[in-house]
T-cell receptor, first 115, second 113 residues
Framework: EPEVTQTPSHQVTQMGQEVILRCVPI?????FYWYRQILGQKVEFLVS????????KSEIFDDQFSVERPDGSNFTLKIRSTKLEDSAMYFC?????????????FGSGTRLTVV | AQSVTQLDSHVSVSEGTPVLLRCNYS??????LFWYVQHPNKGLQLLLK????ATLVKGINGFEAEFKKSETSFHLTKPSAHMSDAAEYFC???????????WGAGTKLIIKP
């Protein structure tokens, strides 16, 4: 069964450093998403991406965040200057259509710890 | 605006007994509703979805959920729990305006031998 692959599974970084979280969506999917879950809190929407541009973003997704599809297969989330409160599990997802009639396929997540 | 409330943070059942995970939603529009499961150290897996077709929805691994508009509920059930069902379960509503997923806080299902 096709999978969404995320790397790394764990990342520890120092406050103020830049991190790039990587995702390989399912090959025929056109819509891509990042969600995050701070420990003990709800899963939150960050951003959706289609046709090489952001379609929607939440209030969380401020100027320190950016997304990119650099090579037609990877989908990356960059956090420019990490803060302690960025520590969370970050989930990438992809879908064939935007309306989730088939649901999203999520990756296993990257646990980011900012120290 | 959409919101989701999962009424129990933890549910503990014995193996072989029924499972009930409760979810209530609030939506300005006719909602799409989902249940996702997360096993330890695994990704979020879609269990089942309701998208305005049949109100009783069957999913994977013997789970099903019933959409009750009058009660604004979408409870998840399974007749007989298995040890492998131990996981965290998320009830999710889709915002029809922009298709964002709005997540419940999750219910941790514990299966006792």
């Amino acid at each position: 069964e096709p999978e969404v692959t995320q790397t790394p599974s764990h990342q520890v970084t120092q406050m103020g450093q830049e991190v790039i979280l990587r995702c390989v969506p399912i090959s025929n999917h056109l819509y891509f998403y990042w969600y995050r879950q701070i420990l003990g809190q709800k899963v939150e929407f960050l951003v959706s991406f289609y046709n090489n541009e952001i379609s929607e973003k939440s209030e969380i997704f401020d100027d320190q965040f950016s997304v990119e599809r650099p090579d037609g297969s990877n989908f990356t989330l960059k956090i420019r200057s990490t803060k302690l409160e960025d520590s969370a599990m970050y989930f990438c997802a992809s879908s064939e259509t935007p309306d989730q009639l088939d649901g999203y396929t999520f990756g296993s997540g990257t646990r980011l710890t900012v120290v | 605006a959409q919101s989701v409330t999962q009424l129990d943070s933890h549910v503990s059942v014995s193996e072989g007994t029924p499972v009930l995970l409760r979810c209530n939603y609030s939506s300005s529009y006719s909602p799409s509703l989902f249940w996702y499961v997360q096993h330890p150290n695994k990704g979020l897996q879609l269990l089942l979805k309701y998208t305005s077709a049949a109100t009783l929805v069957k999913g994977i691994n013997g789970f099903e959920a019933e959409f009750k508009k009058s009660e604004t509920s979408f409870h998840l059930t399974k007749p007989s729990a298995h040890m492998s069902d131990a996981a965290e379960y998320f009830c999710v509503v889709s915002a029809r305006s922009n298709y964002q997923l709005i997540w419940g806080a999750g219910t941790k299902l514990i299966i006792k031998p």
